[in-house]
């Protein structure tokens, strides 16, 4: 934990003293002592070698056809094949769809993982399944079992610098409620951005002053804090009045600070950069999470679209194929251009992919028996396909891969030991990865 | 340290509580704290017993109180409060689980607020615990006429209640023991199994089924109902935990049985979980720990603390009263949390108060309170009663976000464990920045108002303003950067708005200590 030190702080009063003339305090604590030059510098002299390393999450909520994206199926019978036509990518042999024409430039910067399969084909337990790695409550209202990979790697790294929030969705968190952290603790949950980054005038409302409260009053509120928040820390062993403390002070400083309202204002970018991300939810989104995790946050998973085309899946994925394309091109570019690829995990996935056979309503229905993810960036090797899926679709045909696989790999190239154990709620230890391992063709 | 546990041994002839705190303090040779001072007492006990904060005309009267048996008789007074029944009765709606959430119409009110007030109603009679436990496990009837069958509403399956049962009132986890031996403890499945027995007849009829839940069934006994263990398939008899199987007539209600069994002064669990629960509650830290997981392996930091506390909440005939009595006059309770030499780092031997965050309910009502602005209760349709306080609600589904920001359960287990209080981002935030706290501190009439329009010197209105939230008169350092503050700001109520918030967002305030 970062703690400032602080010496003669006269912190005693109400009950009779016992002898302490010295307090370490962690950051709030004496708000007075908060300074973000002293936090960047704590945090670069705590960080070994894959610290830097974040996460970008593509969430494609309702599950993303594999066979209209990643891997087609030109030679199958139309009524599996689909509406688009293959492209050639700038790595020979490997084809993708014709709406993705942006990606198919980076492919040598993107791997696919083509044989990932789980045994659920829900949407709620199939989520629970990606999300953690384990099958999960068949309700959607049913609480999770398991804390989400965004929260395993909250819980494990923290943020990158110590005033960002650690785990950020946009704009919110997925209407199952398995993005969360559940027993790891709640201060591992996500912090929700709460609006559109695309919309005019965008502004964080979890950031936002409530009506009436000035950002004058709150930075005198938060001066006369540090002058009477002195009760005696060492008082209390269990954490909780440090963990406030530094909460407080993240809170303050999100609110009034600079760096953070800095990091969510996308005013801030070039226009051309806006543009190439795209002006719409995808690009914008895409282009926060890299402030985002530029300026310290360690995950940020993008919720945007709904994926589920039962019907009439064309005018679906038109919507949804070509701003998710630009975003995650963009991306790419741009953080190959400010050198910070092999530092950005960029991971695209839903809970499922959809039935390699159209459907009566001209749709694709759920199918978890082989889908594709996309993984980039982060160190993990570009250009590569992992695993293949039956002839037509269907069935794993070689090198079936598991959610905790995928998540493995994750945490690998963040320098998260797979060893890591969390205690659950009845004080078990379990083991963040399970049965998955990395996938060790991409890294 | 010697000729302080000589005198603390003198002061506590007679007293088997305090004697069993000073033998292990003086076998670990960990010195005590002193004992806090009457501000500091007045505020925790009051928030420990009511879940209320003190005034400050309380404070100021206990304070200048000069006779020696004060504490004993505030501790009294406390217990008569009815805050002292609804804020007990809302922790034992937790560990009930009287849950309205989860249905899908709100036909589950009437049930949960039929409930919470029947626990309510058992707290502030004084009902006796034996006597509680057994209405609640024995209930019988309409959840729309018996009260305590609305527990069979959450409770509902062999696993609901050898689990509810054992860590509610027995303090056993003997979850593992369903699917295999209980691998840190003696309980196998046929122990598992054969506890469930007990609840094998518990019959349902009628109940709305529209919902998630079916609401207002009647409860009943069935003429038969039997349970098997899953490996051997044997047929097990109603059994009660680690003793051999009741010996009943299919004339005889099982759970009659294990209730009797369970309320057996004797009881190796009964009254000394109830004993550890209740200590728990006032120290943050159960001498079992955590309250509902006794286990040889697991065994009591001071057992013979823990025998004296059940024992004689056994002979009072289970009286809880008298047990908070006894543990909230016990000396542990009277010492300061401020920690000497050495025992900084004591966290299992009572030796100093160990802090805590308020509970969330608490929290909101001690800033409604303090700043004379009620929340407003959103009762699904319409609102709860104005003047409604948050250790009134009945159950858990009232959206009030910082009531979940803060941790309060989702009452979807019998364990206390349930209620969090882990520091979060979202708590930094709803501190600095939420309309519930700028509305109360804004609002046109309360306690910021009346310090704007009165006409008082800033320095004695500051000196009500720290009485009122910290429950003491502000050391001179803060006064002086109080007074400098306000001397600055034109709009008064702008200014004593900051101060108190600036108050309110402390550790001092959010702690009881």
């Known amino acids: ?443 | 340290m010697e000729s302080r546990f000589k005198q603390l041994d003198a002061e506590f002839a007679g007293n088997a509580i305090n004697q069993a705190l000073l033998r292990q303090w003086r076998q670990l040779q960990i010195q005590p704290s002193e004992v806090c001072d009457d501000e500091t007492f007045i505020r925790r006990v009051s928030l420990d017993i009511s879940g209320t904060l003190p005034t400050a005309e309380q404070v100021t009267a206990f304070v200048n109180d000069t006779t020696s048996d004060k504490r004993a008789r505030l501790i009294d007074r406390l217990l008569d409060t009815p805050e002292y029944a609804s804020y007990f009765a809302q922790k034992w709606a937790d560990i009930l689980q009287n849950r309205g959430k989860g249905y899908s119409t709100s036909k589950q009110r009437p049930g949960t607020a039929l409930f919470a007030n029947w626990i309510r109603d058992s707290l502030l009679q004084n009902k006796p615990y034996d006597q509680f436990v057994t209405e609640i496990l024995t209930a019988t009837g309409s959840q729309a006429v018996n009260p305590p069958t609305v527990w069979y509403r959450s409770v509902r399956t062999p696993s609901n209640y050898v689990e509810s049962v054992a860590q509610a009132f027995l303090g056993v986890r003997i979850q593992c023991a369903q699917c295999h031996h209980h691998p840190a403890d003696r309980w196998s499945q046929a122990d598992y199994f054969g506890f469930a027995a007990n609840f094998a007849r518990v019959g349902r009829k009628t109940g709305f089924a529209d919902a998630e839940v079916p609401t207002a069934e009647v409860i009943y006994v069935k003429d038969e109902g039997d349970v098997f263990h899953p490996r051997t398939g044997e047929l097990l008899k109603p059994k009660p935990l680690g003793d051999d199987a009741f010996n009943l007539s299919v004339f005889d209600d099982p759970r009659i049985a294990l209730s009797r069994w369970m309320t057996q002064p004797d009881n190796p669990y009964f009254a000394s979980t109830m004993a550890n629960r209740m200590w728990s509650h006032f120290f943050s830290r159960g001498i079992i720990h955590p309250v509902d997981d006794r286990r040889s392996t697991n065994p009591p930091s001071n057992p013979e603390l823990l025998d004296a506390l059940a024992e004689s909440f056994a002979n009072s005939g289970f009286d809880i009263k008298h047990l908070i009595r006894i543990i909230c006059n016990s000396h542990a309770y009277q010492l300061d949390s401020t920690p000497n030499q050495n025992n900084a780092t004591d966290n299992k031997s009572f030796a100093r108060f160990y802090p805590r965050r308020m509970a969330a309910e608490i929290l909101l009502d001690a800033i409604s309170q303090s700043l004379e602005v009620p929340t407003v209760f959103p009762g699904g349709p319409g609102q709860f009663p104005g003047g409604t306080r948050a250790i009134e609600l009945p159950d858990e589904n009232v959206a009030i976000a910082f009531l979940d920001v803060f941790g309060r359960p989702a009452r979807f287990k019998a364990c206390e464990c349930e209620r969090i209080d882990s520091p979060t981002l979202s708590q930094g935030l709803e501190l600095v920045n939420s309309q519930q706290i700028q509305d109360k501190l804004a609002a046109e009439t309360g306690f910021i108002q009346r310090l704007a329009d009165n006409n008082v010197s800033h320095a004695i209105n500051v000196n009500l303003v720290f009485l009122t939230l910290m429950g003491r008169l502000p050391i001179d350092a803060e006064k002086q950067v109080a007074i400098e503050y306000l001397d600055t700001v034109e709009d008064r109520a702008e200014a004593y708005r900051n101060l108190v918030w600036s108050l309110l967002a402390t550790n001092e305030f959010m702690f009881i200590r």
């Open chain 1, 1 to 443: 934990m970062l703690r400032i030190y602080q010496n003669e702080l006269d912190t005693n009063h109400g009950c009779k003293s016992g002898v302490s003339r010295r307090n370490f305090l962690q950051i709030g604590g004496g708000l007075a002592g908060l300074s973000l030059t002293n936090l960047l510098r704590a945090d670069s002299q705590t960080a070994p070698g894959h610290k830097q390393k974040s996460v970008i999450v593509f969430w494609t909520h309702g599950g993303m056809s594999q066979q209209d994206t990643y891997d087609m199926k030109p030679d199958a019978p139309s009524e599996y094949r689909g509406m688009y036509l293959p492209v050639q990518t700038n790595v020979t042999g490997i084809n993708i769809s014709e709406r993705f024409p942006l990606q198919a430039k980076v492919m040598d910067r993107i791997s696919q993982v083509r044989s990932v399969w789980h045994e659920n084909g829900i949407h709620a337990p199939s989520a629970h399944w990606m999300q953690t790695g384990y099958f999960g409550p068949t309700l959607a209202r049913n609480a999770a079992q398991r804390p989400s990979f965004g929260s395993v790697i909250s819980r494990a790294l923290g943020p990158r610098v110590p005033l960002m929030p650690a785990y950020v969705t946009v704009p919110k968190s997925e209407a199952f409620g398995y993005q969360g952290a559940v027993y790891l603790g709640k201060r591992y949950n996500p912090f929700e951005v709460g609006g559109d980054p695309n919309a005019d005038g965008f502004k964080v409302p979890n950031l936002a002053l409530p009506n009436g409260l000035s950002l004058d009053s709150v930075n005198s509120r938060r001066k006369l804090l540090g002058a009477f928040d002195k009760i005696r820390r060492d008082t209390d062993q269990s954490g909780v009045m440090e963990g406030l403390d530094t909460f407080k002070g993240q809170a303050l400083e999100m609110v009034t600070g600079e760096h953070v309202r800095k990091a969510f204002d996308l005013s801030d970018e070039d226009d051309s950069l806006r543009e190439k991300y795209g002006r719409h939810q995808y690009g914008q989104s895409a282009l926060l999470a890299r402030r985002l995790v530029e300026a310290g946050t360690r995950v940020v998973t993008i919720n945007t679209g709904y994926w589920d085309h039962h019907n009439d899946i064309e005018p679906g994925l038109e919507q949804h194929l070509p701003p998710l394309d630009r975003a995650i091109w963009a991306l790419i570019e741009d953080l190959t251009e400010r050198g910070m690829l092999d530092d950005v995990v960029i991971y695209c996935a839903g809970e499922f992919g959809r039935t390699p056979l159209i459907n009566g309503h001209a749709g694709r229905d759920h199918w978890s028996k082989c889908f594709t993810v996309m993984l980039a960036g982060g160190g993990i090797k570009g250009g590569r396909i992992v695993g293949a899926s039956e002839k037509w679709g269907g069935g794993v045909k070689e090198r079936p891969s598991t959610p905790l696989d995928v998540m493995a790999t994750i945490y690998n190239q963040l320098g998260i030991p797979l060893t890591t154990h969390y205690e659950d709620a009845t004080g078990r230890p379990v083991s963040i990865v399970g049965s998955g391992r990395p996938i060790r063709e991409l890294i």
